[in-house]
T-cell receptor, first 111, second 112 residues
Framework: RKEVEQDPGPFNVPEGATVAFNCTYS??????FFWYRQDCRKEPKLLMS???SGNEDGRFTAQLNRASQYISLLIRDSKLSDSATYLC????????????FGTGTRLQVTL | DVKVTQSSRYLVKRTGEKVFLECVQD?????MFWYRQDPGLGLRLIYF???????EKGDIPEGYSVSREKKERFSLILESASTNQTSMYLC???????????FGPGTRLTVT
């Protein structure tokens, strides 16, 4: 089983829609979680960290479900500029605290 | 602002050539990483370094080596390039006391 699994998509949604992605992880010892965003032909950039109690940043809400070992990202009022691939690495604490990535979920927001 | 730069955006090499990919960060980060990214496989860690001259294998080190002679520079070396090493290569660095990694713009390497 892969350490991090994501539905690759694409998720095609109209502008203004609400969309949610999940990301499951297999290592129950994982302590820290993130959502990264990667635009086409660009490098990944941190979108937000995911806290145990859930957290919100504007139109973006991240949730963590430790019992079921998944994290989620909810995007409200989607914009064309939200079109990107969303990655959810987990942290392998230890030397250098490596990140383990899934394949990412591609989101395409259309008019 | 953290800046991670990579020596080339696009590179075309022939099978059997020795290839050097350079990565430089300007924030005095100790931890640096090399990934490759392929469709359907995501980002996979090749090697990482947690200090000058210190390195550890990642998940897919075969066919690669690295060099970290100075803190700001982390080089990925393909000793004898093969077509299955055609990929997007991303370098990243990480500050202490943080898990966030900062990525360079990537090098798209084609081996023919």
């Amino acid at each position: 089983r892969k350490e991090v699994e994501q539905d690759p998509g694409p998720f095609n949604v109209p502008e203004g829609a609400t969309v949610a992605f999940n990301c499951t992880y297999s290592n129950s010892a994982s302590q820290s979680f993130f959502w990264y965003r990667q635009d086409c032909r660009k490098e990944p950039k941190l979108l937000m960290s995911v806290y145990s109690s859930g957290n919100e940043d504007g139109r973006f809400t991240a949730q963590l479900n430790r019992a079921s070992q998944y994290i989620s990202l909810l995007i409200r009022d989607s914009k064309l500029s939200d079109s990107a691939t969303y990655l959810c690495p987990t942290v392998n604490t230890g030397t250098a605290s490596k990140l383990t990535f899934g394949t990412g979920t591609r989101l395409q927001v259309t008019l | 602002d953290v800046k991670v730069t990579q020596s080339s955006r696009y590179l075309v090499k022939r099978t059997g050539e020795k290839v050097f990919l350079e990565c430089v960060q300007d924030m005095d980060h100790e931890n640096m990483f090399w990934y490759r990214q392929d469709p359907g496989l995501g980002l996979r860690l090749i090697y990482f370094s947690y200090d000058v001259k210190m390195k550890e294998k990642g998940d897919i080190p075969e066919g690669y080596s690295v060099s970290r002679e100075k803190k700001e520079r982390f080089s990925l070396i393909l000793e004898s390039a093969s077509t299955n090493q055609t990929s997007m290569y991303l370098c990243a660095s990480r500050p202490p006391l943080s898990y966030e990694q900062y990525f360079g713009p990537g090098t798209r390497l084609t081996v023919t």
